[in-house]
């Protein structure tokens, strides 16, 4: 893995995502955070048992790695239903929806991720198997062609989004609740660090696990992948003492660790830093246009959009106007440069 995939919240390699299920909260209650969502899937959750019927179809919004996929596993779990996995992608067609829905039990729990990227026309097959448990399917072609009404199970749908925005209307108003998950905040992410440690038999300080909170991003899935790489240099270079195996992980071991994979203090990577010193640099602080951003530093458009701007923009460090991406002088600061024409002295001039 490299320095950039270290703080990609999308990346799951094979390994990572063994990894991901072992330490995957089963319940609510084990669930850290999101405490509102949590609430709000509760209510729903308990008042759907009590009047034994499926639970109402639920929306969770949110960037990668904030648990969409456990909440949707939950949720199946705590409502005591089985669960169907599947994804936009995989959805290129309404036929590929009719097949899995049309053989759902009744009650199932159907996950669909990634849910703006299903095809339009699975869309609208949506749209009545969401409200009346009812597809039409098309039988024929041309003019000769006949729609068979065919009924489903009851089920609740589950979907997920990294851009809620991206859906139609008509299909966002299927939901009964919409679940917005937020970034993280540090002493959320200690308590998803320190459990995951205990889930690996890690021995890892307090200050060593806020060393870490505070660089992965208001991300879980970011946590626990740099806690790994915290692991792993612990067991290569830590001195086990009080005759146990494995030594303790300390404050400065997460450090360098963190150097090792270039992640720094604030949780940017290298390409963090590629962006902001060629913004600073190479264009003066901005405004820049994302284009030409992506060009300079020889990455995806999209990739800057998704993964490296929105993490930037939450803590600070550019601005996002009309003209295109601008540094702040919080921005200028973290890299240790001067914007120009401030705090110019005499001697400057
Ligand atoms: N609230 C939480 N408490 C503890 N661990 C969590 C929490 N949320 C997420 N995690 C951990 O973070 C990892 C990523 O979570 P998950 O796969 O559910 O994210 P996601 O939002 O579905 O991401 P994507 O949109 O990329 O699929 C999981 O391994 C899970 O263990």
Same mark, same amino acid.
């Given at each position: 893995?490299?320095?950039?995939?270290?703080?990609?919240?999308?990346?799951?390699?094979?390994?990572?995502?063994?990894?991901?299920?072992?330490?995957?909260?089963?319940?609510?209650?084990?669930?850290?955070?999101?405490?509102?969502?949590?609430?709000?899937? @509760?209510? #729903?959750?308990? +008042? $759907?048992?009590?009047?034994?019927?499926?639970? =109402?179809?639920?929306?969770? /919004?949110?960037?990668? %790695?904030?648990?969409?996929?456990?909440?949707?596993?939950?949720?199946?779990?705590?409502?005591?239903?089985?669960?169907?996995?599947?994804?936009?992608?995989?959805?290129?067609?309404?036929?590929?929806?009719?097949?899995?829905?049309?053989?759902?039990?009744?009650?199932?729990?159907?996950?669909?991720?990634?849910?703006?990227?299903?095809?339009?026309?699975?869309?609208?097959?949506?749209?009545?198997?969401?409200?009346?448990?009812?597809?039409?399917?098309?039988?024929?072609?041309?003019?000769?062609?006949?729609?068979?009404?065919?009924?489903?199970?009851?089920?609740?749908?589950?979907?997920?989004?990294?851009?809620?925005?991206?859906?139609?209307?008509?299909?966002?108003?299927?939901?009964?609740?919409?679940?917005?998950?937020e970034f993280y905040?540090d002493s959320e992410?200690? @308590?998803? #660090?320190?459990? +995951? $440690?205990?889930?690996?038999?890690?021995?890892? =300080?307090?200050?060593?696990? /806020?060393?870490?909170? %505070?660089?992965?991003?208001?991300?879980?899935?970011?946590?626990?992948?740099?806690?790994?790489?915290?692991?792993d240099y612990t067991?290569?270079?830590?001195?086990?003492?009080?005759?146990?195996?494995?030594?303790?992980?300390?404050?400065?071991?997460?450090?360098?660790?963190?150097?090792?994979?270039?992640?720094?203090?604030?949780?940017?990577?290298?390409?963090?830093?590629?962006?902001?010193?060629?913004?600073?640099?190479?264009?003066?602080?901005?405004?820049?246009?994302?284009?030409?951003?992506?060009?300079?530093?020889?990455?995806?458009?999209?990739?800057?959009?998704?993964?490296?701007?929105?993490?930037?923009?939450?803590?600070?460090?550019?601005?996002?106007?009309?003209?295109?991406?601008?540094?702040?002088?919080?921005?200028?600061?973290?890299?240790?440069?001067?914007?120009?024409?401030?705090?110019?002295?005499?001697?400057?001039?």
């Open positions: 893995m490299t320095d950039l995939d270290l703080t990609n919240p999308e990346l799951e390699s094979e390994s990572e995502l063994a990894f991901e299920g072992a330490l995957r909260p089963r319940s609510l209650g084990e669930f850290v955070g999101q405490t509102k969502v949590r609430g709000q899937l @509760q209510l #729903l959750l308990t +008042a $759907a048992t009590m009047q034994q019927r499926t639970p =109402d179809h639920i929306l969770l /919004a949110g960037p990668p %790695g904030l648990g969409k996929t456990t909440l949707a596993m939950i949720v199946a779990h705590e409502a005591g239903r089985p669960l169907r996995m599947s994804s936009g992608p995989a959805i290129q067609h309404a036929g590929d929806l009719a097949a899995v829905l049309s053989s759902l039990v009744p009650g199932e729990v159907l996950f669909i991720d990634e849910i703006h990227r299903m095809a339009r026309s699975a869309e609208e097959m949506l749209y009545l198997a969401m409200e009346d448990f009812r597809i039409d399917i098309m039988v024929g072609k041309g003019a000769g062609a006949t729609s068979v009404p065919l009924d489903l199970a009851p089920f609740t749908l589950v979907g997920a989004t990294t851009r809620s925005g991206l859906l139609p209307n008509p299909l966002r108003d299927r939901f009964g609740f919409t679940a917005h998950l905040a992410l200690e @308590q998803v #660090l320190e459990r +995951a $440690a205990r889930l690996l038999d890690l021995r890892i =300080d307090r200050d060593a696990i /806020a060393e870490i909170a %505070g660089r992965c991003r208001g991300t879980p899935r970011i946590a626990n992948r740099l806690l790994r790489r915290v692991r067991l290569v270079h830590g001195r086990p003492t009080d005759g146990s195996e494995m030594a303790r992980a300390d404050v400065a071991s997460v450090r360098a660790a963190l150097d090792l994979y270039e992640v720094d203090s604030l949780g940017l990577d290298r390409l963090d830093r590629q962006v902001m010193t060629t913004m600073l640099e190479r264009f003066g602080g901005g405004p820049v246009g994302l284009n030409t951003l992506a060009v300079s530093v020889g990455e995806e458009a999209e990739t800057i959009e998704a993964v490296v701007e929105p993490f930037l923009v939450r803590i600070g460090l550019i601005t996002r106007t009309p003209r295109g991406r601008m540094a702040t002088p919080e921005g200028w600061r973290h890299f240790g440069l001067r914007q120009p024409g401030v705090g110019l002295t005499l001697d400057d001039l």
